[in-house]
């Protein structure tokens, strides 16, 4: 069965200077560790006239590829992302420890943020260099935070029932969500409460005393709208380490700093010199989704 490179190879489409130079680099990022590589870019701080910027389901034929053929015991997953649906979130983890069961470790060279982060919470640790963020995992509906949501519908319950007369006033500000919009809200908060308490206990945090209430902390932390203040809070090394996630410093192996800040720099010139929105791949293909013309 012919994969998503060697469909693309048929077709007649040629290798780059910078499909080149991003293949060499993760390659050298997988002989240094021994394990294999993929990676998942995402060009939305180029500001691409795209749909397909976010983590969503589309996602999992670029990652598809990327697996195919994969031989090693652990993979490293390369992260840059500003986020996306929880959903297409649990669907890549489920995937990826289908193949490598729980030796899956996170680098965010740059962001990895709302869904990019529940992702590094899926890892045994995370990679993070001094200039890395991670960031609040609250969901987003169409930018708007849901526990925004959740709290405007709460105001208006307790306002309503001492001051009945401003019924109209609340009549008018709620009618732009849809209907059951409140309901999915609170269900998007549970679920991402669910997944990312899971996934730490499960593997991040399986060897402290109590992974289980260790995960539910470091989760209330994430996800939690009134101590992050804004969804794109932007939390540090530091700060994460603090948060109780198991870090390490890019910075702790010089090769590997070097190795992944090089990728790194490359992914950022293919977008900015490509019509590329979105680039999944490991060190011999990648699958690229192109921007809107």
Known sequence: MANYEEIARELGQTPTNIDYMRNHYANKISEITGRDIIYYYSGWMQNKNSNNLDINDSDMEGFMNAMSGKRKDGVDLILHTPGGDPNAAESIVKYIKAMYNKDL?????????????????????????????????????????????KAEFEEARQDLSTNPQNANYWAIRLQQYPAAFLKNAVDAIGLTNALVENWLADNMLSNESDPETKSKEITASLNNHEDTMAHARHFSIDKCQKLGLKIVPLENEQAIQDAVLSFHHVMMIAFQNTPAAKIIGNEIKAYISMANS
């Open 105 to 149: 470790r996170v680098i965010v060279p740059h962001m990895a943020m709302s869904a990019g982060t529940m992702i590094a919470c899926a890892s045994k640790e995370i990679i993070m260099g001094k200039q890395s963020s991670l960031g609040p995992v609250d969901p987003q509906f169409n930018g708007i935070p849901a526990y925004n949501i």
